[in-house]
């Protein structure tokens, strides 16, 4: 009796109010079906409802966030530990400016191995491809040298384009700036000899190139030249990697979508938010793959254009109509690379950055971008272990608690993977500015759903 008593008095506490009524899975006949595992039921009612009641309440536990928010950033070298889903997740700050965390074994063993065989497998994934962004080649290219040398019909025809302080005279720094500018090419001082030497350019004998000299300079043999060196040597590039997109929806692949909850409910960010975030990135980098100094975000400032998440796939397809707005990163090292490959953040904590600073141009022209030289001159340099996640923030929160300014000083980016290779992946958490709050993310799953009916 005592113990009958006590059920019921659960029962009410537990399934009072009119909510509770949805954890329990009802039959036919409208009554809560009951389990039949005799060790949870010493009643063949009741208490079977409250176990499930209590399995069902975990399994949509994900709390309740109504906007964005950034995590306290304590001090440079502090921690500060949460557990999510059961695992203990230890963040340190690295960095204020950019918000930065470092947080050791945040994947293990099994989640790190999944991941990179389901980016190997080209019947799921489609397989790696590589980066075809600034200097990557697309499938269409049709570039032919020409035969003749002669005059530039490009950039390199006019001798403004090479003297960038003015000085009317081309050293070979403003050489590899040009490059750099025009080609994207990361060219040192050797690689800038090369291209003298194989182009005969006795123009810069004595090192230097005059303007009358550049009148009769062979600028149609160096455009074809870099336009060949960037289709051959990915090694030159901005990006020199092989990567892969998966989705991370659960009704494409359960762990993955546990690993997003995870860095979800750790950075406090709204469900509907983290569900229509971008697919996970996967990236390997071989020996000498890099990927110099970026953002992996764009600006507020430009507002013509949405965000690449909140307009239609058509409207992304069509290079430069959207930008990025990914409010954090959450890179995640899935091995530790035998030598190189770390990741470095150039201006992390400086009290002045600007672009132009860190491209000083003409005689003391140094390039802080280019992190195959000058990675370990970065403010920050953090180093791959397997397992380690690095968590920061791209952008402020507005006053409304939507997307707010980019942190230009969360530029970053790869150094040169030396020995071995280095594998990453990317969780991009992007976010709308207040003014696309309503808007529906191409990347959740609803939108799928809504556009399998537009037919946008
Ligand atoms: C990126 C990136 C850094 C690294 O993939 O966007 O910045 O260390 N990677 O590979
Ligand atoms: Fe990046």
């Known amino acids: 009796m005592k113990y009958r008593l006590w059920v019921l008095l659960t029962f009410i506490v537990l399934c009072g109010g009119s909510t509770d009524q949805d954890y329990c899975e009802r039959d036919e006949n409208g009554s809560c079906k009951s389990k039949t595992n005799s060790e949870q039921c ?8 409250i176990e499930e009641k209590v399995a069902k ?3 949509n536990a994900y709390p309740h966030f109504e906007t964005l928010s950034r995590l306290n950033p304590g001090k440079i070298g502090s921690e500060q530990t949460y557990t999510i889903g059961g695992r203990e997740m230890k963040l340190i700050t690295r960095a204020l400016k950019p918000l930065l965390f470092e947080i050791p074994n945040a994947l293990n063993d099994e989640e790190i191995l999944h991941v990179i065989e389901k980016a190997k497998n080209p019947n799921y994934s489609g397989g790696m491809f590589s980066s075809q962004a600034r200097g990557g080649l697309t499938p269409e290219d049709t570039f032919k040298p020409s035969k003749e040398p002669g005059r530039a019909s490009g950039p390199a025809s006019r001798f403004d384009n090479w003297d960038f302080n003015d000085d009317q005279i081309i050293d070979l720094k403003e050489v590899a700036m040009f490059c750099r500018n025009y ?11 090369t291209m003298i030497e194989t182009l005969k350019l006795n123009e810069f004998d004595d090192g230097i190139c005059t303007v009358d000299e550049f009148q009769n300079m062979n600028t149609q043999g160096i455009e074809d030249y870099l336009n060949q060196v960037m289709r051959d040597h990915p090694k030159f590039r901005q990006r020199y990697s092989d990567q892969v997109w998966l989705p991370m929806a659960k009704e494409y692949d359960k762990l993955l979508s546990k690993i997003r909850y995870r860095f979800g409910e750790l950075l406090k960010i709204p469900e509907k938010i983290l569900l229509g975030s971008e ?26 254009k949405p965000c690449c998440h909140h307009t239609s796939t058509k409207t992304v397809l069509q290079y430069n109509k959207c930008k990025l707005c990914r409010f954090i ?3 995640v090292y899935l091995n530790t ?3 190189g ?20 141009r003409g005689t003391e022209a140094i390039d802080l971008f280019n992190l195959s030289e000058h990675c370990q001159d970065a403010n920050l340099v953090l180093k791959p272990v ?56 191409m990347y959740s799953m609803e939108y799928a759903m809504s556009a399998a009916h537009n037919k946008d």
Not at 284 to 292: E, I, K, S, T
Request: aromatic letters at 14%; proline letters at 5%.
């Open 42 to 49: 010493e009643d063949e009612d009741e208490p079977c409802f």
């Open 57 to 59: 309440k975990e399994e």
């Open 183 to 193: 080609n994207f090419l990361y060219f040192k001082e050797p690689e800038v000899k």
């Open 279 to 304: 697919h996970l990135q996967v990236v390997r980098y071989l020996p000498q793959g890099h990927y110099h100094a970026h953002h992996d975000s764009e600006t507020e400032k430009v507002t013509d």
């Open 329 to 331: 990163t959450v890179m």
């Open 337 to 339: 690379p035998e030598e």
């Open 341 to 360: 490959g770390e990741t470095a953040f150039p201006a992390a904590d400086n009290i002045t950055y600007s672009d132009s600073s860190f491209r000083r």
């Open 386 to 441: 397997k397992g380690t996640a690095v968590v920061w923030y791209n952008h402020y929160v507005d006053y409304k608690g939507w997307l707010g300014a980019l942190e230009e000083r969360s530029l970053h980016g790869g150094c040169e993977v030396k020995k071995g290779e280095k594998w990453i992946m990317n969780i991009w958490i992007t976010a709308p500015y207040k003014n696309s709050v309503n808007k529906l993310s």
